[in-house]
């Protein structure tokens, strides 16, 4: 194939004049386009495209500009559940519960034609397009050589010669879409803390929170458009990374100073938090379908729209707060109280960071082992609670220092870790969702049949929890192991550390 890019118009019978061959025109189709992808661009950062035209269809193109699906979807603004099979299957390890939006709308006219020689033959095709609505001008080419003409083909690249530059790059979808202005730009979702292991811990923690608060805020224009839940979650995500790490290092900043910032983190992240309980339920509205047989669908049906309908007037309300002038003032006055210099009068306000978070890190898995070791099969479960807690904050110092320290090495202590916490957060979940379901069942508003259905998932949810319950002594026991245990020490302890910084 060759790719040539045009310094100038042309006219075919000049061309044809030129190489001695007939060009036939066929197919001439206006292309207008726009391109989908979720707000952090992942389908463009995995190499692939999804375009939609004036038509409503969304053609998918994989890294090798291959058309790998074309359905008919007449939505711009979709999340993947109501995206088309079997688009929905391509897209869902991309996605996830990201909504598709439109990023850039461009114009392409595609001219099709074939060069024939003089007995009539097709020697090669060809494809030529116009960026932009005019017709007049054709940008780029790409040729098409057929098996055996290879002499026609190298007269066709000559007569193009004076007025098309032979392209380095392949003229695919994505190299079009760039010619055609679309840059993308995809948001910071992951904080860099630029942190040093001689940096104050006073310092480096404020800048970290910093950081924390402005990611948390980015998400609220998301949030209040309502495009998709996952900006919600992201904004409690960052605001309790925030926390955390303001609880874990409390003693480097004064007491007024804790108090305060705490309190206005606090304040923030409460904002939303019907809000998320109301999208978690509904995100699982098909687990909790295929949970149930078919006698208790119609009450699930009744359950979901009453749902829908409160999630709507609670978005309502949050907006109302986003938007206000109290939270906008609070939120400027903790932002002032983050950009104020240290007061360096807290505990270890001064001592090195990395120092400081080695010891944090390898304190906080010791917590983990002893408190792991103390529960078994009549442990309360508010005591697995707490342990998920406490594998959440281990799991907030690995990601938010891992600048620190050798990423492979923090990385497979992370993954590690996740297993242990993804049991616990599931045994969390249901329990969560029982206590959800539970509170719904005494509202005066339930139906006999939205009952039914409530008690139905209630005795599921109990027994997925039951078996969560089972598992988390062997996975304790499993991340508490010598192999990890030393892991942490050589990675973490003091003498180690300073080995490895030196």
Partial sequence: ??????????????????????????????RRLRILDTVDWSIWRSGQVLLQDDGGRMELYDRHDHLRVSVACKSRHAIIKKVPEPLARELKSLISVRALVSHFDCQW????????????????????????????????M?????????????????????????????????????????????????????????????????????????????QEEGLIADIDSEFTHQYRVNLRKARSLLSLFRKALTPWRYQNLRLQLKSMAKTTNRLRDLDVFLL??????????????????????????QRRQVWKRVISVLQGQDYLDRVA???????????????????????RVSRK????????????????????????????IETKKLRYLLELFA????????????????????????????????????????????????????????????????????????????FSADKIAEQFRALFAPSATRNKRQ
């Fill in 333 to 355: 006055v903790l932002e002032q109280h983050l950009q104020q210099p240290p007061d360096v009068a807290g505990s270890y306000s001064q001592t090195p960071i990395g120092r």
């Fill in 284 to 309: 699982d509205q098909q687990d909790y379908y295929a949970m149930l047989p078919d006698q208790f669908q119609r009450g699930l049906n009744a359950l979901f729209t009453r749902l829908r309908r």
């Fill in 1 to 30: 194939m060759y790719y040539f890019e045009f310094k100038e118009s042309f006219a075919f019978p000049d061309l044809e004049q030129r190489n001695g061959l007939r060009i036939v025109k066929e197919e001439s189709k206006a």
């Fill in 142 to 218: 790409r040729l098409y050589p057929l098996r055996g003409y290879e002499r026609e083909t190298e007269q066709i690249v000559k007569a193009l010669s004076p007025i098309a530059a032979p392209g380095s790059t392949a003229i695919t979808t994505r190299f079009l879409l760039e010619c055609s202005g679309l840059v993308a730009r995809p948001p910071v979702t992951k904080p860099a803390f630029h942190l040093r292991a001689d940096q104050a811990t006073e310092e480096a923690v404020l800048n970290m929170l910093a950081e924390l608060v402005r990611l948390a805020r980015s």
């Fill in 403 to 478: 600048e620190l320290f050798p990423r492979d090495e923090v990385r497979e202590l992370i993954k590690a870790l996740k297993k242990l916490q993804d049991n616990l957060g599931r045994f969390n979940d249901y329990s969560a969702q029982s206590l959800f379901l539970t509170e719904l069942n005494r509202t005066a508003t339930t139906t006999a049949s939205q009952r039914d259905a409530i008690n139905a998932l209630l005795a599921v949810l109990f027994s997925k929890q039951k078996e969560e319950r089972e598992q988390v002594v062997a996975l304790v026991a499993d």
């Fill in 109 to 140: 006219q595609v001219q099709s034609l074939v060069c024939c020689n003089q007995d009539d033959k097709i020697v090669s095709r060809a494809e030529i397009f116009t960026l932009g609505p005019a017709a007049s001008f054709p940008s780029f």
């Fill in 361 to 388: 890190i390898l304190s906080q898995y010791r917590r983990i082992q002893r408190d792991g070791a103390r529960i078994n099969a009549t442990t309360p479960d508010a005591r697995v609670h707490d342990l998920r």
